[in-house]
Protein backbone atom coordinates (compact mmCIF):
# COMPACT_ATOMS: atom_id res chain seq x y z
CA UNK A 1 0.00 0.00 0.00
CA UNK A 2 1.49 3.14 -0.77
CA UNK A 3 2.02 5.93 1.82
CA UNK A 4 1.00 9.20 2.40
CA UNK A 5 2.22 11.22 -0.39
CA UNK A 6 2.93 15.23 -0.32
CA UNK A 7 3.16 17.76 -3.36
CA UNK A 8 5.49 19.83 -3.83
CA UNK A 9 8.38 18.22 -1.59
CA UNK A 10 9.88 21.95 -1.99
CA UNK A 11 8.73 25.02 -2.46
CA UNK A 12 10.25 28.78 -2.58
CA UNK A 13 7.86 31.99 -2.39
CA UNK A 14 8.20 34.80 -2.13
CA UNK A 15 6.53 37.58 0.87
CA UNK A 16 3.02 38.71 0.11
CA UNK A 17 2.52 35.46 -2.43
CA UNK A 18 0.18 32.74 -1.47
CA UNK A 19 0.68 29.01 -1.49
CA UNK A 20 -1.15 25.47 -1.86
CA UNK A 21 0.41 22.10 -0.72
CA UNK A 22 -1.09 18.79 -1.71
CA UNK A 23 -1.83 15.74 0.81
CA UNK A 24 -2.81 12.31 -0.76
CA UNK A 25 -3.83 10.10 2.08
CA UNK A 26 -2.74 5.89 2.67
CA UNK A 27 -6.10 3.92 0.30
CA UNK A 28 -9.00 3.81 2.84
CA UNK A 29 -8.04 7.17 5.27
CA UNK A 30 -10.21 9.58 5.54
CA UNK A 31 -9.09 11.23 8.43
CA UNK A 32 -6.19 13.83 7.28
CA UNK A 33 -4.50 16.03 9.67
CA UNK A 34 -1.98 18.79 8.96
CA UNK A 35 1.16 19.47 11.13
CA UNK A 36 3.75 23.22 11.08
CA UNK A 37 7.22 21.91 11.99
CA UNK A 38 9.77 24.98 12.78
CA UNK A 39 12.93 25.37 14.05
CA UNK A 40 11.85 27.90 16.80
CA UNK A 41 8.30 25.83 17.81
CA UNK A 42 8.74 22.96 17.17
CA UNK A 43 5.68 20.49 15.87
CA UNK A 44 2.27 22.43 15.99
CA UNK A 45 -0.91 20.89 14.69
CA UNK A 46 -2.82 23.21 12.65
CA UNK A 47 -6.01 21.36 11.43
CA UNK A 48 -7.39 18.27 10.93
CA UNK A 49 -10.33 16.95 8.27
CA UNK A 50 -12.73 14.19 7.79
CA UNK A 51 -15.14 13.68 5.23
CA UNK A 52 -14.88 17.20 3.79
CA UNK A 53 -15.18 18.69 7.32
CA UNK A 54 -12.82 20.63 9.61
CA UNK A 55 -13.30 18.80 12.76
CA UNK A 56 -10.32 20.63 14.97
CA UNK A 57 -7.98 23.70 14.51
CA UNK A 58 -4.82 24.55 16.05
CA UNK A 59 -3.89 28.26 16.67
CA UNK A 60 -2.64 29.80 13.48
CA UNK A 61 -4.39 32.74 11.80
CA UNK A 62 -6.65 33.26 9.36
CA UNK A 63 -4.50 32.74 6.65
CA UNK A 64 -4.07 29.44 6.95
CA UNK A 65 -6.74 27.51 5.64
CA UNK A 66 -7.47 23.69 4.35
CA UNK A 67 -10.12 21.41 2.65
CA UNK A 68 -10.57 18.19 2.06
CA UNK A 69 -12.46 16.23 -1.40
CA UNK A 70 -14.48 13.50 -1.99
CA UNK A 71 -11.28 11.13 -2.47
CA UNK A 72 -10.07 12.53 1.01
CA UNK A 73 -6.66 14.18 -0.54
CA UNK A 74 -6.47 17.29 1.49
CA UNK A 75 -5.27 20.78 0.28
CA UNK A 76 -3.91 23.59 2.87
CA UNK A 77 -3.46 27.00 1.69
CA UNK A 78 -1.49 30.08 3.37
CA UNK A 79 -2.54 33.03 1.77
CA UNK A 80 -0.45 36.59 2.27
CA UNK A 81 2.98 34.51 3.06
CA UNK A 82 5.32 35.82 5.78
CA UNK A 83 9.19 34.88 5.88
CA UNK A 84 7.83 33.16 9.11
CA UNK A 85 5.94 30.78 7.78
CA UNK A 86 9.22 28.89 6.12
CA UNK A 87 8.47 25.30 7.54
CA UNK A 88 7.82 21.64 6.56
CA UNK A 89 4.80 21.07 6.80
CA UNK A 90 3.50 17.73 7.29
CA UNK A 91 0.56 15.52 6.53
CA UNK A 92 -0.64 12.89 8.49
CA UNK A 93 -3.34 10.05 7.46
CA UNK A 94 -5.59 8.04 9.69
CA UNK A 95 -7.98 4.65 9.29
CA UNK A 96 -10.96 6.22 11.99
CA UNK A 97 -12.00 2.72 13.68
CA UNK A 98 -13.83 4.00 16.31
CA UNK A 99 -11.97 2.78 18.57
CA UNK A 100 -9.86 5.22 21.98
CA UNK A 101 -6.76 5.68 19.33
CA UNK A 102 -6.06 5.51 15.48
CA UNK A 103 -2.75 5.88 14.59
CA UNK A 104 -1.52 8.50 12.61
CA UNK A 105 0.79 7.89 9.56
CA UNK A 106 2.95 10.95 8.64
CA UNK A 107 3.93 11.83 4.60
CA UNK A 108 7.65 13.16 3.93
CA UNK A 109 6.47 17.01 3.92
CA UNK A 110 6.84 19.88 1.74
CA UNK A 111 9.73 22.14 2.79
CA UNK A 112 8.32 25.90 2.51
CA UNK A 113 10.78 28.83 2.04
CA UNK A 114 9.62 32.34 1.88
CA UNK A 115 11.78 34.62 1.08
CA UNK B 1 -4.66 21.02 27.77
CA UNK B 2 -1.72 18.53 27.14
CA UNK B 3 1.70 19.54 27.27
CA UNK B 4 5.03 17.83 26.38
CA UNK B 5 8.60 18.46 27.55
CA UNK B 6 11.58 16.84 26.45
CA UNK B 7 14.34 16.99 28.90
CA UNK B 8 17.39 17.57 26.68
CA UNK B 9 17.75 19.10 23.33
CA UNK B 10 20.56 17.30 22.50
CA UNK B 11 21.71 13.87 23.42
CA UNK B 12 25.42 12.71 22.07
CA UNK B 13 26.45 8.99 22.86
CA UNK B 14 29.06 6.65 21.66
CA UNK B 15 27.95 3.38 19.52
CA UNK B 16 26.57 0.33 21.15
CA UNK B 17 26.11 2.38 24.73
CA UNK B 18 22.47 2.44 26.19
CA UNK B 19 19.84 5.82 25.86
CA UNK B 20 17.59 7.53 27.49
CA UNK B 21 15.49 10.10 26.14
CA UNK B 22 13.35 12.03 28.77
CA UNK B 23 9.93 12.77 28.67
CA UNK B 24 7.64 14.77 31.06
CA UNK B 25 3.96 15.54 30.12
CA UNK B 26 1.15 17.69 32.00
CA UNK B 27 -2.48 16.79 31.51
CA UNK B 28 -5.56 17.46 33.42
CA UNK B 29 -7.32 13.63 31.90
CA UNK B 30 -5.73 10.62 30.68
CA UNK B 31 -3.43 10.87 27.75
CA UNK B 32 -2.17 8.10 25.14
CA UNK B 33 1.46 8.80 24.92
CA UNK B 34 4.19 8.26 21.87
CA UNK B 35 7.71 8.11 20.30
CA UNK B 36 8.15 9.31 16.88
CA UNK B 37 11.69 9.18 15.08
CA UNK B 38 12.66 11.92 12.49
CA UNK B 39 15.08 10.95 10.03
CA UNK B 40 16.71 13.81 8.34
CA UNK B 41 14.33 14.72 5.12
CA UNK B 42 11.71 12.46 5.97
CA UNK B 43 8.73 12.52 7.86
CA UNK B 44 7.74 10.78 11.08
CA UNK B 45 7.62 7.12 12.10
CA UNK B 46 6.10 5.79 15.14
CA UNK B 47 8.66 4.02 17.37
CA UNK B 48 5.91 3.08 19.97
CA UNK B 49 2.48 4.10 21.52
CA UNK B 50 0.89 3.66 25.22
CA UNK B 51 -2.72 3.69 25.35
CA UNK B 52 -3.51 1.19 28.60
CA UNK B 53 -2.39 -1.89 29.58
CA UNK B 54 1.41 -2.57 30.64
CA UNK B 55 3.60 0.53 31.47
CA UNK B 56 6.71 -0.88 29.74
CA UNK B 57 6.12 -0.64 26.16
CA UNK B 58 8.07 -2.22 23.09
CA UNK B 59 9.15 -0.41 19.90
CA UNK B 60 10.81 -0.80 16.68
CA UNK B 61 13.97 -1.04 16.32
CA UNK B 62 15.10 -2.10 19.95
CA UNK B 63 13.68 0.66 21.69
CA UNK B 64 11.23 0.59 25.09
CA UNK B 65 9.64 3.41 27.34
CA UNK B 66 8.06 3.22 30.78
CA UNK B 67 4.86 5.11 31.23
CA UNK B 68 5.23 6.41 34.72
CA UNK B 69 1.77 7.99 35.57
CA UNK B 70 2.92 9.09 39.55
CA UNK B 71 6.03 11.02 37.47
CA UNK B 72 3.98 11.87 34.71
CA UNK B 73 6.96 10.79 32.49
CA UNK B 74 7.60 8.61 29.20
CA UNK B 75 11.26 7.92 29.14
CA UNK B 76 12.56 6.18 26.14
CA UNK B 77 15.53 3.69 26.51
CA UNK B 78 17.85 1.67 24.10
CA UNK B 79 20.21 -1.41 25.76
CA UNK B 80 22.75 -0.65 22.86
CA UNK B 81 22.59 2.44 20.39
CA UNK B 82 24.01 2.11 16.76
CA UNK B 83 24.73 4.52 13.86
CA UNK B 84 21.57 4.08 12.44
CA UNK B 85 20.09 5.32 15.73
CA UNK B 86 21.02 9.19 14.47
CA UNK B 87 18.02 10.81 14.59
CA UNK B 88 15.24 13.57 16.23
CA UNK B 89 12.86 11.97 18.56
CA UNK B 90 9.83 13.48 19.12
CA UNK B 91 7.62 12.58 22.55
CA UNK B 92 3.95 13.00 21.72
CA UNK B 93 0.72 13.17 23.65
CA UNK B 94 -3.32 12.71 22.81
CA UNK B 95 -6.51 12.10 24.60
CA UNK B 96 -9.09 9.96 24.12
CA UNK B 97 -10.66 10.60 20.98
CA UNK B 98 -8.94 13.31 19.53
CA UNK B 99 -6.27 12.74 16.49
CA UNK B 100 -4.54 16.00 17.64
CA UNK B 101 -1.31 15.16 18.71
CA UNK B 102 0.91 17.43 20.52
CA UNK B 103 4.52 17.40 20.24
CA UNK B 104 7.58 18.14 22.63
CA UNK B 105 10.31 20.50 21.16
CA UNK B 106 12.62 16.94 19.99
CA UNK B 107 15.92 15.39 20.91
CA UNK B 108 18.35 14.98 18.82
CA UNK B 109 20.16 11.89 19.14
CA UNK B 110 23.92 12.16 17.78
CA UNK B 111 25.92 8.56 17.80
CA UNK B 112 29.80 8.51 17.93
CA UNK B 113 31.77 5.52 16.83
Known amino acids: KAGVTQTPRYLIKTRGQQVTLSCSPI?????VSWYQQTPGQGLQFLFE???????NKGNFPGRFSGRQFSNSRSEMNVSTLELGDSALYLC??????????????FGPGTRLTVL | AQSVTQLDSQVPVFEEAPVELRCNYS??????LFWYVQYPNQGLQLLLKYLSGSTLVKGINGFEAEFNKSQTSFHLRKPSVHISDTAEYFCAVTREGAQKLVFGQGTRLTINP
Open chain 1, 49 to 55: YFSETQR
Open chain 2, 27 to 32: SSVSVY
Open chain 1, 27 to 31: SGHRS
Open chain 1, 92 to 105: ASSFLTGGPYNEQF
